[in-house]
């Protein structure tokens, strides 16, 4: 079965500082991965995905996160946090050998202080 | 941009009643999707819908709760004599292709309340 762990319910950051989100995951098979964020009163909008290829994968807003297949981790970076990168950030995974729904982390509030 | 809407925002029914969440999704996506959040917890897959028919689902999506796609636009999720326990944010989703590599793209949401 499929499953995704983000150990941390929250993380706090000042502005200007790296911010890292953890989330490991299990899989049979080999993964896709995906982060989401969520702002209030809103749904899930896509971050960035790893499919193949370079481990070290870009995306929205200036994050970035890193496949490590032997720790299976994708955690999640920033290399300067905005206070407006607040919000509820979700790991997904997806197994390749198995069918197209994404399961999702339980979520971790990212905090950015001023 | 295209977005998924769905209605209503926010439905509070009564314990045993029968409700209808709807979804119009964006209209190239192919694969659909309905997830749930129940407050301060993590999202849950319920169904996903290709074809017409449902691909997989989860053990949350018993035998109280359908999905269809009547006229080829309008994506919905009954779920028939509600519990307590149903009440959640409801999300739909859409991709555009098998959605394996591709990313899903979420509507806002339907909250439900069961009293």
């Known amino acids: 079965a499929q499953s995704v762990a983000q150990p941390e319910d929250q993380v706090n950051v000042a502005e200007g500082n790296p911010l890292t989100v953890k989330c490991t995951y299990s899989v049979s098979g080999n993964p896709y991965l995906f982060w989401y964020v969520q702002y209030p009163n809103r749904g899930l909008q896509f971050l960035l995905k790893y499919i193949t290829g370079d481990n070290l994968v870009k995306g929205s807003y200036g994050f970035e996160a890193e496949f490590n297949k032997s720790q299976t981790s994708f955690h999640l970076k920033k290399p300067s946090a905005l206070v407006s990168d607040s919000a509820l950030y979700f790991c997904?995974?997806?197994?390749?050998?198995?069918?197209?729904?994404?399961?999702f982390g339980k979520g971790t509030t990212l905090s950015v202080s001023s | 941009e295209p977005e998924v809407t769905q209605t209503p925002s926010h439905q509070v029914t009564q314990m045993g009643q029968e409700v209808i969440l709807r979804c119009v999704p964006i209209?190239?996506?192919?694969?659909f999707y309905w997830y749930r959040q129940i407050l301060g917890q993590k999202v849950e897959f319920l169904v996903s819908f290709y074809n017409n028919e449902i691909s997989e689902k989860s053990e949350i999506f018993d035998d109280r709760f359908s999905v269809e796609r009547p006229d080829g636009s309008n994506f919905t999720l009954k779920i028939r004599s509600t519990k307590l326990e149903d009440s959640a944010m409801y999300f739909c989703a859409g991709g555009e292709d098998r959605a394996s590599t591709g990313e899903l793209f979420f509507g806002e949401g339907s909250r439900l309340t069961v009293l």
């Open positions: 997904a995974v997806r197994d390749r050998q198995a069918g197209t729904a994404l399961i």
């Open positions: 209209s190239n996506h192919l694969y």
